[in-house]
C-alpha cells in the first residue's frame, strides 16, 4: 500500500470556523490531490499541486485553499466551513513526474476524512 | 471539460450473475483506470488500460478499452458478495494538465 495518511478522520464542526485537513506521503511523488467525495457526484477535484508551493484549482475550488510547503505534506483549508462543505474527503497521490510526458497516471488514495459542518 | 458517464448508477444482484459496467465519454484519453472502493475507505486500483481494443483480465473481472480510447466496461463472472462495492473509472489525458477526470460511479450490490 502506498504510504499515504490523512487527519483527522473524523471531524465535526460548526459553520463559520477554519478548518484544516492533512494529507502526509512518504512515497516522495511529486503530484498531490484533494477530491470531495458526495452522493451523487462522484469524486470531485478540489485543488491539486505539482510540487513545493505549486498548486492550482480543481473544479470546486471556492470556499477552499491548499497549502504545500513540503513533498510529504499537502494541507486543505476551509476557509470558514459551511454546511455544504458537509463531505468525505480525499487525498490522493501520484506517480507522474511530468504533465506533459506519460500516457498514464496512477493515483492512490488516503483513507479519506470525514467531515460534519453543523 | 473532459467527462466519464458510468453507467448503471446502482446494480443490485444475486450472488453467481454476470455484470457489466460501462464507462463512456466523448473524449479522447491517454488511458483509463478502474478503482473499487469499499465503504469507510478510499478508490484502491484495479486495472489501467492504455492501448484502444486491450483486453485485460483479473481474476473474474474482465476490462476493455474501447478501440478509439473513449469507452471502456467491466465485466464481472459469477458475482460474488465480496465483489460488493462503488466501482469508479477515471481517464488520464496529456491535454488535461496532468488531471484525471472521474466518473460518478457504479454502486454494485451482490447479494448471497
Known amino acids: 500500500d502506498a504510504g499515504i495518511t490523512q487527519s483527522p478522520r473524523h471531524k465535526v464542526t460548526e459553520t463559520g470556523t477554519p478548518v484544516t485537513l492533512r494529507c502526509h506521503q512518504t512515497?516522495?511523488?511529486?503530484?498531490m490531490y484533494w477530491y470531495r467525495q458526495d452522493p451523487g457526484h462522484g469524486l470531485r477535484l478540489i485543488h491539486y499541486?505539482?510540487?513545493?508551493?505549486?498548486?492550482d484549482k480543481g473544479e470546486v475550488s471556492d470556499g477552499y485553499s491548499v497549502s504545500r510547503s513540503k513533498t510529504e505534506d499537502f494541507l486543505l483549508t476551509l476557509e470558514s466551513a459551511t454546511s455544504s462543505q458537509t463531505s468525505v474527503y480525499f487525498c490522493?497521490?501520484?506517480?507522474?513526474?511530468?504533465?506533459?510526458?506519460?500516457?498514464?497516471?496512477?493515483?492512490?488514495f488516503g483513507p479519506g476524512t470525514r467531515l460534519l459542518v453543523l | 471539460t473532459q467527462l466519464l458517464e458510468q453507467s448503471p448508477q446502482f446494480l443490485s444482484i444475486q450472488e453467481g450473475e454476470n455484470l457489466t459496467v460501462y464507462c463512456n465519454s466523448s473524449?479522447?484519453?491517454?488511458?483509463l483506470q478502474w478503482y473499487r472502493q469499499e465503504p469507510g475507505e478510499g478508490p484502491v486500483l484495479l486495472v489501467t488500460?492504455?492501448?484502444?481494443?486491450e483486453v485485460k483480465k483479473l481474476k473474474r473481472l474482465t476490462f476493455q478499452f474501447g478501440d478509439a480510447r473513449k469507452d471502456s466496461s467491466l465485466h464481472i463472472t459469477a458475482a460474488q458478495p465480496g465483489d460488493t462495492g462503488l466501482y469508479l473509472c477515471?481517464?488520464?489525458?496529456?491535454?488535461?494538465?496532468?488531471?484525471?477526470?472521474f466518473g460518478d460511479g457504479t454502486t454494485l450490490t451482490v447479494k448471497p
Open positions: 490522493a497521490i501520484s506517480d507522474r513526474t511530468s504533465p506533459f510526458f506519460g500516457s498514464q497516471e496512477t493515483q492512490y
Open positions: 512515497e516522495n511523488h511529486r503530484y
Open positions: 499541486s505539482y510540487g513545493v508551493k505549486d498548486t
Open positions: 473524449s479522447v484519453f491517454s488511458s
Open positions: 488500460v492504455v492501448t484502444g481494443g
Open positions: 477515471a481517464g488520464y489525458s496529456n491535454t488535461n494538465a496532468g488531471k484525471s477526470t
